[in-house]
């Protein structure tokens, strides 16, 4: 199991035992909600971006149909991009 053998488990629970010795059982069962919960949260952020990819488009959002009618292609993005403005342009 995640390649420890037996002797490090048993020197992980010594340790354990050194440490929280009678609150262990407690510390144990908060340490599984804690795991329990952020699994949750995982499966929960899951969906979400699940079904935030793979669903249709908002067909009556304004702002959304504006932003895909000015989108510009990638090529003349890019080469808006690289050429600057006229401040950033440098004669040496």
């Given amino acids: 199991m995640f390649g420890i053998g037996a002797q490090e488990m048993l020197i992980v629970g010594v340790i354990a ?7 262990l059982p407690s510390v144990a069962r908060s340490l599984g ?4 919960e952020f699994k949750k949260g995982m499966r ?19 702002s959304y149909n504006r932003q ?3 989108r510009q ?14 401040a950033e ?4």
């Fill in 73 to 86: 292609p990638a090529e003349e993005a890019a080469a808006t991009a690289s050429a600057g403005t006229p």
């Fill in 17 to 23: 035992v050194i440490l929280f010795g009678n609150r």
């Fill in 68 to 70: 895909i009618e000015n």
């Fill in 33 to 36: 909600k804690s795991l329990t």
């Fill in 89 to 92: 342009q440098h004669n040496d």
């Fill in 44 to 62: 929960e952020f899951e969906t979400e971006m699940h079904n935030s990819i793979y669903s249709d488009p908002p067909k009556n959002n304004e």
